[in-house]
């Protein structure tokens, strides 16, 4: 078999690892943090800052799975905040113990799966534009988040952002979810799943045509979209203590920007779980450089805009360079 | 027994009918040619078994037994697996997913074992091991590969999924001799092992090379099934066309044989090349309708599409009239005289959503420089052009969306007709019109080149094509193989070019 040259082993390097150019932006804005204020680089702002962006990592990573299959699902933060209300009602039902706050846990992830499973059947089944589909089902989910409790503010017991904010053995509780979240890409990038799942973002009727489960396959996408945005609520429960009817409806772009960020084409095909949860660090250090930088507050907004837009562009170039 | 059995298998697509009565009859251990003209029905028979289309009516039986096969996951549980013509690869997926992708899931585990893939790729990349050429590798995306080596994967996933019955829809077109001579190699191995094999070829050679039986479909039905060994091209293609070899030519409508005697050449292509087009050359004199066959998809449409500026690379020398044509865009082009008249109105024609008046004066706008537009003078223009194919319509002011697909594509002519070019394109004009309309349109096409107009015309339905053009160029796999005149311009001697050796 005739080997492929140096060049296209260099190319396949990087179409093996989308994420390398969002890494590099990464660094770079490190770097920036660190020299706009070199305390942003201390432990503890590192830790402060992936507690803030620990949910948008899994609101990213989430939504990567559904891009992958060439679907878009704009009812994440929806999901998000209706898991939220959910978790923390339950809690103050159930009496705040720490069974409760586990069985209530467990009950806001399967809502949050559901609310998945109920996306795939409505854009699958249904053969709707995953676009508007998911944008109806997310004011549906916020109904129902408004339902469940109408005004933000319901607190939760302190043992639980206690818990998220504090330290075991010496090392913040927020980078053991890390590594669990690192754990959980590190498999879920070697299943069987993402190859036919990539493959049928590809090209949806070869992979039709191939004798794959299209349906079951983007259904579980959704499914697994849902599961991940109900661990993002929970992370915005620890970092927020309280219950918020439409605490993650804002993040609902940040998470589509957040995966194509990671280098994921938002065509579907190709594309890395890591490299979302890059992204969402990214637009994290962007706000906080913004901050840093000292950005009078009247044009925040402004310059985290322009931010996003040259780290996307940075990104795209670098991209292109390469596949040249 | 035979492993496979068709029978009155029929499908319609509203009042269009597919495939009428199609029957066929596979044996264990043969190489079963499928032949038919253009839209005789075989693509549907071959989907109708890969499970991609559902029949209406008819029974299929596989080993003795009535099936149903509603999904090609259905067909794969039956044991059949196919060679898409236009591939089923996922072009950022490695060589070594994409031919294990079938079977992926079948075999327990959740997760994916990369040696394990590629031992089990390897015994099918194995007999093409001299003749992947540079660039093949296990790990590299297939959307890397050259068209070749992206059929030859295409080829592995098939054999991959180690079916009884194999479906091979064109597998050869892209392929050189060596990597054809290793695929036969491949055949004959299953053949040998008991194999079923239905291949579909434009490349006679192959078919009486590797082919047992076969089985032609004209318009839709079975017509016969006869032992290759018994029977000769000629007598394949007169069944295939219904008609005798030296045949009379079809009575072509006002035929205008003056032509050749003023060779005023309007268009001049030399070795034109662009992605589906092979190196193409020709000459096309003023008040010529030129005619492009052959199988579908042999480059007809890309040719004229290169023509217009619309393919992303192109080489070779064109002349407009005198001039040489220069840019590579539609711009370029229509500013040398070209026009460009698609069947797919939708994607290249109607700006839809807008008036009948917008839809016709846009060139003539663009080649006169208009900076502004006044709907009076240009509607006189515009009604002008528009009378010249009696085209129907309430108001220049209706949207376009109010005509029929004949008027649509009348207006879109007309278009054209306001700055009169040098040379029309025509790619499949007659799509989706009704007979009346296409008759309309073709004589005014007729009067147009009486005029001194040099029209291309390539269209999908062969009757058409003989009947109106003066002479037949016939394409195979992306070059032109024979020019068909006078006499010749016959299904026969059409279908006898299209599927000599390439």
Redo the contacts between chains.
Sequence with gaps: MSMPQSTSRQRSVFERFPFIPALGILVALLILNGIAEPRSMSYGAITGLIKTYLALMFLAVAQSFVVFSADIDLSVGAILSLVNVVVVVLIERLGGGPDSVLLACLVGVLVGTLAGVFNGLVVVGLRLQPIVATFATGIVFTGLALWVLPVAGMPVPQAFWRTYGGRIFEIPFVFYVVILLAVFIWLAVRTKYIIELMAVGDNRLAAYQSGLPVTRIRIKAFALCGLLSAFAALCIIGDTASGDPVVGNAMTLYSVAAVVLGGTALSGGSGSLLGSAIGALILGLINSFVFFAGVSSEWQNFAQGVAVLVALMAGVLVTRRISK | MPRLRLKGVSKRYGATIALGRGDLTLMSGEVHVLMGSNGSGKSTLSKII?G?VRPDDGVIECDGSVVTIP???A??DLGIA?F?QE???????SVV??IC??R??GTG????NRAGMAAAAAPF?APF?SV??????????VG?LRADQRQLVEIM?TLA?EPDIFIFDEPTSALDRAQVDCFMTVLRKLKAEGKSIIFISHRMDEIFEIGDRVTIIRDGETVSTSALADTSMDEILRTMTGEEAPGPAVPAVAAAPHVARQPSIKLKVSNLVAPGVNSVSFELAAGEILGFGGLHGQGQSAVLRALFGTAPTRSGDIEVGATRLKGNSPRASIREGLAYVSGDRARDGVIDGRSILENTVPIYALKNHLITASPRSLGTRAADALEQLQTKYQSLFHPISSLSGGNQQKVIVSRWLMAPPQVMLLDDPTKGIDIASKTELFRVLRDLAADGMAILLYSSEDAELLENSDRVLVFNNGRTVRELRGDERTRYHLYHAAYEAA
């Design positions: 890969a991609s999904s090609p996951r067909a794969r196919v898409y591939l089923s690869l996922a072009s950022h997926r997913e994409n992708l079938p992926l899931s585990g959740l997760f994916r990349i091991e992947l050429g540079d660039g093949f590798g296990l790990d590299v995306p890397r996933k999924a």
